[in-house]
DNA sequence: CACGGAAGCG
DNA sequence: CGCTTCCGTG
């Protein structure tokens, strides 16, 4: 047979089903333009789809620090991966070989010593998003980019454009050329390139703009993609730092700069000087601003997030708003960069698995998860950390022989095709679903703005918005505030 | 189980 | 390029 694979199962239709409009995935998300046939759905995408969906549950999850999932069911996930690309012979071996290869790519990385479990780097998506910085120089990126610090084995760059690349090939290279100001100005930039960038709506504030200059971007051009949800939003800072960054440190934009705050995410977005313009309160500026300007969700809980429950989050310290970074805390955050801990790391540094979770072991996994002599520390996440405690696996679940029509232990997944209408209640969290674990947080108000469909873009994440714009509207904040 | 080299494929 | 396949090593 040509291969039936059932690809669809992950594929483009349900995706208004299961994702709230604007949360969900772009387009180029499930397939990659050139691939009609839908065929060439890389792994991670793959990952990201069954992670997203309930019905995938019992096979892969959301556990452990930000952007941490455990393949529950290897087989299960290597045939689900193999039906996709029409492999019957996949098998969790060749697919983890395959997630090694995001290593490199700095995509993914292994969470050492539990088994099965990887986290995602979003770095790179975050950086699509601050186009405005200059990577190559940029000392937050440099910082935050921990990953790199960490590992920085071979690869000298910090934030390794190329990587980058493999992830948005779209994106301009310009990204780490000009810098912001130049851009600002109205440099023309390759386009093309940017139409990554709208698909990264949440990265962006401001970014966008810088990508392109603002006269050329427009509403979001193609797509009304604001729609892209991107599972990864909850990685973004924002998502992450609701979850489980540190707190922020006075001053710090945290939160803000990842989303859509025109206001503060311009600032927050440079480096020292700018950031610094915010006044200490800033944050609580910033959120005011975006909670005037969004509805409803600011005050109370939102609705629930997609994102998978964060285990050893502890909530009380997930204010924003208050509090100052504890030393350790800050420390944590960005490692050797003190001073970038505080808008940027939050933000990126959430994005990058910073960690940030920091905390330190406190409480943060479940007891199970915590397992024996698994090293858990803020630093999991990075290549840093060495233990390796891989204990010796009883489960050895290797297929011999792949049939499509075989179905494991999940329970079948029939009952999981059913749970298909439902599947915002894992996935990432969409902005608009971003969990406000607590109190009132500011991102929430910044995530807001995508509630709406997507097409409607609140003005403050207008990308159009020129830099110049934004800054001055930022300091017109900050001189209220003062 | 995890890693990464190497070759191969579309 | 992005895997897939195979494999040796730890």
Redesign the pocket.
Known sequence: MDCNCVSDLLLTPPVPTLWTPGIAFPDWAYKPESSPGSRQ????H?ILELLQKEEYQGVIAWQGDYGEFVIKD?DEVAKL??LR?C???????????????????RIL??T?G????YKFNFSKVVLVNYPLLDMASSPFLLAQNHFNGGTATSDCSPVTPEALQ??F?RLPESVRGPSLFDRAAGAPGPDGDKLRLESFPFLGSGAPCYSKPPSLLGPYPRNPSFDYPWGFNPYLPGAFSLNNCPKLPPGSLYSSHFYPNPLQSSLSQLPHPFSSLLPPGDTTGAERAQTGGTNGSAGGQPPRLCIPPYPGVPIGRTELGNGGLSDRERGETIPGVPGAGGGLSLGLGLGLGLGGVGVGGGGRQSPSERRKGVKQDPESDSDLEIT?L?D??S????EPDFSLGKESRLGGRSHLLDAKSRGLGRGLPPLSSLPPPVSPHPVKSLVTPLTPPPSSLPPALSPSLSMVDRHRETETLKLTQS
């Open positions: 759905i890389q792994l991670w793959f290897p991966w193999g690309k492999k019957p012979h996949m098998n969790y071996d060749k697919l983890s070989r395959a997630l090694r290869y995001y290593y490199n790519k990385h292994k050492k539990k088994r099965f479990t493999s992830l090939p390796d891989s010796c696996s489960e050895n679940e290797n």
